[in-house]
């Protein structure tokens, strides 16, 4: 799913990804990768996770917002170098 979004403008560290995932979910990662879809997509489930698990799913939503910025700017990463 990563290799369909289009490739970030510059490179970013995943690791800053990451934490501002952990911290700021969806908004953050958002924002740090500047890009619309990427704040759309953990943001959807975050929501998901709050409605199947009331009161536990933000812990999950923000953990997916961290591994989803580590991920997606790795990915991205990747593709530049080619």
Same mark, same amino acid.
């Given at each position: 799913? !990563?290799?369909? !979004?289009? /490739? !970030? %403008?510059?490179?970013? %560290?995943? =690791?800053? *990804?990451?934490? &501002?995932?952990?911290?700021?979910?969806? =908004?953050?990662?958002? =924002?740090? !990768?500047?890009?619309?879809?990427?704040?759309? &997509?953990?943001?959807?489930?975050?929501? /998901?996770?709050? /409605? =199947? &698990?009331?009161?536990?799913? *933000?812990?999950?939503?923000? &953990?997916?917002?961290?591994?989803?910025?580590?991920?997606?700017?790795? %990915?991205?990463?990747?593709?530049?170098?080619?």
């Amino acid at each position: 799913m !990563l290799d369909k !979004l289009p /490739v !970030l %403008n510059s490179k970013k %560290n995943p =690791i800053v *990804a990451c934490v &501002i995932g952990l911290f700021f979910g969806s =908004i953050g990662v958002g =924002i740090y !990768l500047q890009s619309f879809a990427d704040f759309l &997509i953990p943001l959807l489930v975050f929501i /998901v996770l709050a /409605v =199947i &698990i009331p009161g536990l799913g *933000a812990v999950p939503g923000w &953990i997916f917002a961290g591994l989803y910025g580590y991920f997606r700017v790795s %990915n991205s990463n990747e593709r530049l170098r080619l």
